[in-house]
């Protein structure tokens, strides 16, 4: 590790700040934490004389040139970057002003289908032409994962003149794919290749099995911090490494796109979180996956579920368990909630649990807990399980839109029963979250296996963005 990756330039000149207690008579309203509803004092004393605005010595995120700066930079040297973005409005606005910088109206652009909702919405805040590209299903798993080089090489076939290549690497779960040669063959063809890394700020380090989308030769980078590194919730980074992409570009739509008041307690985390990475040792790391090892175990040789197993180079981070069929996710999701264990998401039959970076419960407590669970478990067995689906897939492995943004503007929209919405176009994605990746895509024709498959994610009771989308949604007329 270079030396002054030792350092947090941000984080420390806050603190010196902090430590003045000069007399505040500028925002933020709490006054360095002097004034606070008195219920919130003793949580918010420590953090909220960190809360400070751009005050003299402590750079402006949207220009950059003090210790910003200085903490970007360090950034963009330890993930291997030319130029790296500190984002406070999280992986959303970065994915939104990649694709800004990226493409125009008209442009197409190809983009996995089981992307996050954010990267539909740049695409549909540039007016360009979305080309979908479908995964496919991983019996391993039992989920559908990503395309297959053999439909983004039928993409570029059907597609020349397509302007940029969007993928989400790793998906929610871990799992990864060889964005290696997909990025090359894009690249044969002069388009950039856009990756939402959002699961995968982690891979930086040498020892995690997985690539980083980085060292697989991506143009533009974007990393949820707060998801698997110890960064504050929203705190994310842009990364840029590439000649076709206009830094300027980038830099001037994020300073569209995010607040003009960036929270200084998130950069710091920023600033903090890639200090961990890079004082990560190995001797960290081994520990870590000992622990990983005995919880799995503790998952191990259930009548309730099985462990899906991991490939070699997904990510040993993510442990996901698939429900056997006597039980429905939602009464076992229960469970686990009951005895004070939250997974990350409760999928159609599955259910993932997502590790840090260091060991944070105690192994013994925790296979107590199991061990209830299972009890609990025994005497549920007798209530039926909602019916087994698996979600439909698409007819085409390369599919567009039935309207374009610009017509969907022009159209007026009604409000319909789902089972009275087949044939029609939506108006309005349709989206479980977690993990907020689309199920119904606003533009595309609603089929039946959308209108099966959302009732049976409704009988589980999933949570849906809109809500209250149980008995229908809005169309275009």
Not at 101 to 110: L, S
Not at 208 to 213: G, I, L, N, R, T
Not at 384 to 390: F, L, S
Request: aromatic fraction near 10%.
């Amino acid at each position: 590790m270079m030396k002054k990756q030792q350092v947090t330039p941000l984080f420390d000149r806050l603190q010196d700040f902090a430590q003045q207690h000069y007399d505040s008579f500028h925002v933020p309203g709490h006054k360095n934490g002097r004034i606070v509803a008195h219920k919130g004092q003793d949580f918010f004393d420590q953090l909220l004389p960190l809360d400070v605005t751009e005050l003299s010595g402590l750079d402006d995120l949207h220009a950059a040139q003090g210790v910003i700066q200085d903490a970007q930079r360090l950034a963009a040297e330890w993930f291997g970057a030319t130029s790296s973005y500190f984002l406070v409005n999280g992986s959303t606005v970065g994915n939104l002003a990649m694709i800004l910088a990226t493409v125009t109206e008209g442009d197409q652009v190809f983009i996995q289908r089981n992307c996050h909702k954010s990267l539909i919405h740049g695409i549909e805040l540039a007016n360009a032409q979305p080309i979908f590209l479908s995964p496919d299903y991983d019996e391993a798993v039992e989920r559908y994962t990503a395309p297959s080089l053999e439909t983004i090489q039928l993409a570029f076939q059907q597609y020349p003149e397509v302007k940029a290549l969007i993928l989400t690497y790793p998906d929610y779960f871990g799992r990864t794919y060889d964005i290696k040669s997909m990025i090359n063959y894009a690249h044969s063809y002069q388009v950039p290749v856009l990756i939402d890394e959002a699961h995968g700020c982690h891979f930086s380090l040498p020892f995690v099995p997985s690539d980083s989308a980085l060292d697989c030769g991506a143009d533009i980078v974007v990393q949820s911090a707060h998801k698997m590194t110890p960064a504050l919730t929203m705190g994310a980074f842009l990364h840029i490494q590439s000649e076709q992409i206009s830094s300027r570009d980038i830099e001037a739509y994020l300073q569209m796109l995010q607040s003009s008041s960036p929270s200084y307690p998130i950069m710091a985390s920023l600033d903090l979180a890639r200090h961990y990475l890079a004082t990560y040792s190995k001797q960290h790391w081994h520990q870590l996956m000992a622990f990983i090892h005995e919880i799995t175990t503790c998952f191990q040789d259930s009548p309730h579920w099985k462990v899906i197993a991991h490939g070699e180079k997904d990510d040993p981070l993510k442990l996901t368990i698939a429900i056997n069929s006597r039980l429905s996710v939602s009464t076992v999701a229960h469970v686990f909630e009951q005895e004070g264990i939250f997974p990350e998401m409760i999928d159609d039959n599955q259910l993932l649990f997502v590790f840090g970076l260091t060991p944070h419960v105690d192994v013994d407590n925790f296979s107590r807990k199991l061990e209830s669970i299972h009890q609990q478990l025994n005497s549920s067995i007798k209530h039926a399980k909602i019916e087994e689906k698996r979600m439909p897939q698409l007819v085409s492995k390369i599919d567009t839109l039935q309207l374009s943004y610009r017509d969907m503007k022009r159209r007026t929209k009604r409000w319909i029963r789902w089972e009275e919405a087949i044939h029609h176009i939506a108006a309005e994605a349709i989206i479980p979250y977690p993990p907020g990746i689309p199920f119904i895509i606003k533009g595309e024709e609603i089929t039946r296996d959308h209108v099966d498959w959302i009732q049976h994610i409704f009988s589980y009771h999933a949570e849906v963005q809109p809500a209250h989308r149980e008995k229908g949604l809005y169309i275009y007329m």
